[in-house]
Every structure is written in structure tokens, then in C-alpha cells.
């Protein structure tokens, strides 16, 4: 029997899991929900026998049915290799009492590698299981990081393209260069002269414009996204939950059955959510941890029930947690909802009209296994400093947010629960923050001096990403004005020449 997979929306559309890949959103602008969370089908035993790749596959078939055994391998282990820099893939660190499950040994030394090195092949294979004959081009703007990190995931990957836009003068000098560097032949970098939101508007549109859809088709390409909501991104992250449990246990850290709590560095939730699906699968998880910096919308929500994005947006020092929407939310409410479509289709309905939805007493009890909470800027850095001075371990801002808010709840609570803090980026990925919390003396203004001043007071390894970036040349050079973006994307896929 194959998972069926419905719209938060619309309970009556459902698909298989490989046509939620390619769809990635639903048709009423929900987002696809497994019709029951599967529970896992090997002992803790069997798991600790195995390693990441091995691991990935057990969970991944419960969620992704319709892919065979050898399309499922296929893709794992076309995704985790050698563009990790540790064969352990997702490393669980010991630091003082608590544990921290490094997400950043990839590509790009942050977390969204996690899902975006596998998405390609999970959408290539589903898009040849479901017969479409043409080429997948992905679209993607991008305010720094997803970009890179989607271009490194689909750089040379048979039978798709990508073309990311960011905002020519919107990203920082290390991001910007990150993206014009990128190398593969099916890789496009275009900087548009507008903001973020530009960018995103502009991409929906070519989404949504019919006759440039079917240009596209004539000439035998297909979009599609890379979004954070497609369940292709959601389900590989629900693997490094599986794996920190069965380290832990292997290890001897736990007893068998033992709970841990789980803290992680929130934005757009869909790394805390994977956690929560872990729990689902059976994962002994006590408390979910949701730490905010001062962009705290979802703080206020696990407090007040109410969600409300009608506030003053703040710039932090953990940008990638600078989300007043958090999407992946939406999956959250449907489920506390005890699965019901209509419920979670009103409350989305005032979000985008009102900017506010509150749940109902029922629902907020369903919620009882999460704890919110947020860090201001002088608590991150106290973060950075108490781990750097005690245990000589470097965190980077986003994961400084989790330890504040995970340092803070332990002393309020009491609680000792072992507990696995999340870490979502190297600090060499957010180096000048990082300096300014543990360096006294001046910084120097380059980048790659700034890298080796953090290897010399951390006394760890510049990761290849940094390093290759230093001699890396400026491959991409495409500009253009917000309006313009559609017929660069004729002239890069080159339609009215066919
Ligand atoms: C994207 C990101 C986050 C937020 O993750 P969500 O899944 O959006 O909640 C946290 N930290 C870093 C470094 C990120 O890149």
C-alpha cells in the first residue's frame, strides 16, 4: 500500500509522495502532509548497525513510498558522499553536558544542504517515474543562502537546470561571491537591480504566467522549485533526528528508551518540524525546543496561541531566522488540528488576509510537546562567549540562539533531560559575528584573513568551502531589471532560437 499524501487545504486532493516532489505545493496553495505518520520497522539495535546513508534509506521509504528500493539507494547515495567533508555525515559533538548535531559538513557549510543535496534526484527520478519528458529548469530567488545552496545541489545534475536571482546589491560580499562562482554547465546566477521581495514576486509570476509556460513546454522545459515546503526537502531532514537518537544510543550516552529534548534555531520551521515527525515515527523526544532571535512570531505564538506577523521586522546577526512567516507552520496546524483541512484552511485564510490567526483551546493542548523561546543580540553573543571560554567550541549565530534559549530553559525548569542542540551553520559561514563575540583585539577586513584568524583562536580546520572560494573565478555575470526577468529566462534556455 503506497502513503498517500494530501493538501493541508483539502483533504479530498491527494497524491503519491513522488508527485507531491514535483507539484510541491498543492493546487490551493497547501502544503502536502503524509495521510498518517509511519512508525519505524527496525529496533534501535538494528539502527545502531548502520550508518548515515543506511539510516536515511530506513526512513525515507516509509515516507516515499512510490519510489523503488533501488531509485530510493540510488539517490541517497548520490547525495551523501564525498561532497561532505565527514563520512559521518551529520556528526553529534559532546560539549559539556549537552550535544550538538552538527548539520554543516556540506557544500555550503549550512544546513539546507541536508535537503537540497538529495532534492535533485528525488525530483529527476520522479519526474521520469511519472513519464515527463521534459527538462526540469528551477527557478529560485534567493536572499543569500537557499541560493547557493540549491545551485550546489542541482550543479551538473542530468536533466535539469537552475537559475537563481538574488538582489545585485542585497546579499552579502561573501554570499554574492558564493553564487557567481558557481560552477556547472546547467547553472545560472542573474543579479536583478531590486530587493529581495522583487526577486520573489518576479520568479511567482513566471510560476504563473501561462504563455511563457507554454514556450517553455514547446521547447521541451518544465519549472519547478526548490522551496522549502516540497516534502522532498522535509523528509531527508527527518533522517539526522533518527541518526542523533541511534548515536546517542550506540555510544552509550542513553539507555534504551531514554528521552531527549531537541533545540533548534528556527525560521521558516521546517527543520523543527522533521523533528517533530521523528517523534511521530517513534523517536523517544520529550521536548521540542523553538528558539527565535528577536524575530520572536513564533515564540508569541507557542505563548499566546495567537500568530500575528503584524510587527516590526528586525535585521539580526542570524539572518536566515529573519522570517515573519514561517511556512512549514502551516503543516504544524493542520496536524494539531487533528488533520483537519477546513480548520487549517481558515486560520491561513485570516493569516493572509489579517496578518493573525489564533488556534482554539483543543489545538493548543495538541501542542503541549513544544517550547518556544528567543534570544536577543547580547544573549547570542554571551552564547558564543560562555561555549568558546568553557569548552573551546565555536557556534555560529543561528546555533548561539539555540543555546541561549536551551541555557535559559534548563536553568528556569530544572529540567536535565539529555539534549541535542541543533547546529545549522559553520561559524566561518557567519566568521565576522563570530570574531566580534570571542576576539577583543581589531579585525582585519578580509574574509579570508578574517577564516584564519577563527582557525588560529579555534584551533579547527577553514572547511574547503571557504578555502576553494578564495581562488574560485567569476563565472556569472547576468544582470537585469526586475521586468526583464522572463525574457533572460528565453534568452538563457535559449527558446526563440529553437
Ligand atoms: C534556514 C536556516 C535556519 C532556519 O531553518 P528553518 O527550517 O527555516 O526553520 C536556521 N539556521 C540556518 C543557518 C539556516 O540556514
Avoid at 503584524?310 to 535585521?315: A, D, K, P
Avoid at 477546513?342 to 501542542?367: F, H, P, Q, W
Wanted: contains cysteine.
Amino acid at each position: 500500500m503506497s502513503l498517500m499524501y494530501k493538501s493541508t487545504r483539502n483533504s479530498s486532493n491527494k497524491v503519491l509522495a513522488s508527485q507531491a516532489v514535483l507539484q510541491g505545493l498543492s493546487n490551493e496553495g497547501g502544503l502536502f502532509v503524509p495521510e498518517t505518520i509511519p512508525v519505524l520497522d527496525k529496533t534501535m539495535e538494528q539502527l545502531a548497525a548502520m550508518d548515515y546513508r543506511e539510516i536515511a534509506y530506513e526512513v525515507m521509504k516509509l515516507f516515499l513510498t512510490d519510489y523503488t528500493e533501488e531509485e530510493l539507494k540510488d539517490c541517497i547515495k548520490k547525495a551523501y558522499d564525498s561532497k561532505f567533508d565527514t563520512a559521518e555525515i551529520a556528526p553529534l559533538k559532546k560539549v559539556g553536558e549537552s550535544y550538538y548535531l552538527e548539520l554543516f559538513h556540506g557544500a555550503t557549510i549550512a544546513f539546507k544542504d541536508m535537503a537540497l543535496s538529495i532534492l535533485p534526484h528525488l525530483l529527476t527520478t520522479a519526474a521520469r517515474k511519472n513519464n515527463i519528458k521534459e527538462e526540469i529548469v528551477i527557478l529560485t530567488a534567493t536572499s543569500g543562502d537557499t541560493g547557493k545552496a540549491a545551485l550546489s545541489g542541482f550543479a551538473d545534475v542530468e536533466g535539469t537546470k537552475i537559475i537563481v536571482f538574488y538582489p545585485k546589491s542585497g546579499v552579502s560580499r561573501v554570499q554574492e561571491k558564493q553564487m557567481v562562482t558557481q560552477k556547472g554547465d546547467n547553472t545560472y546566477v542573474v543579479g536583478i537591480h531590486g530587493n529581495f521581495d522583487d526577486a520573489q514576486t518576479g520568479v511567482k509570476k513566471m510560476f504563473n504566467d501561462r504563455e511563457l509556460n507554454q514556450k517553455l513546454k514547446e521547447a521541451g522545459y518544465l519549472f519547478s522549485s526548490a522551496n522549502s515546503i516540497n516534502i522532498g526537502r522535509l523528509v531527508p531532514q527527518i533522517v539526522y533526528y533518527v541518526y542523533s537518537y541511534v548515536t546517542l544510543f550506540k555510544n552509550n550516552q542513553i539507555a534504551k528508551d531514554e528521552k531527549i529534548n531537541i533545540v533548534v534555531p528556527t525560521g521558516n520551521f521546517g527543520n523543527i518540524l522533521a523533528a517533530y515527525y521523528a517523534k511521530c515515527m517513534g523517536v523517544p523526544i520529550e521536548k521540542l525546543i523553538c528558539a527565535s532571535n528577536e524575530n520572536k512570531v513564533l515564540f508569541d505564538f507557542f505563548h499566546s496561541g495567537r500568530y500575528d506577523k503584524n510587527r516590526e521586522f528586525h535585521l539580526t546577526e542570524s539572518p536566515s531566522m529573519d522570517i515573519l512567516v514561517s511556512s512549514n507552520l502551516e503543516r504544524l496546524i493542520y496536524h494539531v488540528a487533528n488533520n483537519d483541512s477546513e480548520v487549517t484552511s481558515k486560520r491561513m485564510k485570516a493569516l493572509s488576509e489579517k496578518g493573525v490567526y489564533e488556534i482554539s483551546e483543543d489545538m493548543k493542548n495538541n501542542l503541549k510537546d513544544f517550547v518556544g523561546g528567543w534570544a536577543d543580540a547580547s544573549q547570542t553573543m554571551e552564547a558564543i562567549q560562555k561555549e568558546y571560554r568553557e569548552h573551546n567550541y565555536v557556534l555560529d549565530t543561528h546555533t548561539a540562539v539555540a543555546a541561549s534559549v536551551y541555557y535559559r530553559y534548563r536553568d528556569e525548569t530544572k529540567d536535565d533531560t539529555k539534549t541535542v542542540i541543533v547546529s545549522t551553520a559553520s561559524p566561518y559561514k557567519f566568521t565576522e559575528s563570530v570574531l566580534k563575540a570571542i576576539h577583543t583585539g581589531d579585525l582585519p577586513e578580509d574574509d579570508y584573513e578574517q577564516a584564519k584568524l577563527l582557525k588560529s583562536i579555534s584551533n579547527t580546520q577553514i572547511p574547503k568551502a571557504v578555502e576553494e572560494l578564495r581562488e574560485a573565478p567569476i563565472v556569472h555575470t547576468n544582470e537585469c531589471e526586475v521586468d526583464e526577468m522572463p525574457s533572460l529566462v528565453e534568452k538563457i534556455l535559449k527558446i526563440n532560437e529553437l
